[in-house]
């Protein structure tokens, strides 16, 4: 079965900048989502087809996606960015939707 | 407003059954594919079941397969997942989720329902 790979920690300093990838086998030949989830909460799309913001969405969050890796970034990272984010894609070989681990991201 | 609310979860024992409902409302339900999603305790996403906008294409995570199916009524604007055989593996809060498109496949998850958790135990 396919499998996304997010390391499950990144750590950020509020203003600077946080990279949170997903590892996958030729990743960049699919799309990947991003879903920012906070504690008690659903999970929230921030970003769609590698690197599109859905509205309400801040300019600070960008995507890219290319070779093995898909990648989040949140420039400018303010303390309410703190969530655990989880990739996502679309398994044409399963048939099948794939989620990554998670990544816990830490704002201090 | 889009609003996606569940019911239907509960205690039930290993081997028993359970139906979930998502009431879906502020948007054309029919137009869009929808699927669940479930996070046990502590645990990370997993993508349980998804359905086209016309309820003619289905897709199912190994893990559930042969056991749930997700279904729509589109009359009703409302998604069920029925489960069976639920095994304390399933136990988890699962989520009711609408796609960006009709298609079930590549899907963007661009609303997500409040949660129902359904514990498995006896």
């Known amino acids: 079965s396919y499998e996304l790979s997010q390391p499950p920690s990144v750590s950020v300093s509020p203003g600077q900048t946080a990279s949170i990838t997903c590892s996958g086998d030729?990743?960049?030949?699919?799309?990947a989502c991003w879903y920012q989830q906070k504690p008690g909460q659903s999970p929230l799309l921030v970003i769609y087809?590698?690197?599109k913001r859905p509205s309400g969405i801040p300019e600070r969050f960008s995507g890219s996606n290319s070779g093995n890796t898909a990648t989040l970034t949140i420039s400018g990272t303010q303390a309410m960015d703190e969530a655990d984010y989880y990739c996502q894609t679309w398994d044409t070989r399963t048939a099948g939707v794939v989620f990554g681990g998670g990544t816990k991201l830490t704002v201090l | 407003e889009v609003q996606l609310l569940e019911s239907g979860g509960g205690l039930v024992q290993p081997g028993g059954s359970l139906r979930l409902s998502c009431a879906a409302s502020?948007?054309?339900?029919?137009?869009?594919?929808m699927a669940w999603v479930r996070q046990a305790p502590g645990k990370g996403l997993e993508w349980v079941s998804s359905?086209?906008?016309?309820?003619?294409?289905?897709y199912y995570a190994d893990s559930v397969k042969g056991r749930f199916t997700i279904s729509r009524d589109n009359s009703k604007n409302t998604l069920f997942l029925h489960m069976n055989t639920l095994r304390a593996e399933d136990t988890a809060v699962y989520y009711c989720?609408?796609?960006?498109?009709?298609?079930?496949?590549?899907?963007?998850?661009?609303?997500w329902g409040q949660g129902s958790l359904v514990r498995v135990s006896s």
């Open positions: 030729s990743m960049g030949d699919k799309f």
């Open positions: 989720a609408k796609d960006k498109t009709a298609g079930a496949t590549n899907p963007k998850f661009d609303f």
């Open positions: 359905l086209s906008s016309s309820g003619g294409y289905t």
């Open positions: 502020g948007f054309t339900f029919s137009s869009y594919a």
């Open positions: 087809q590698d690197n």
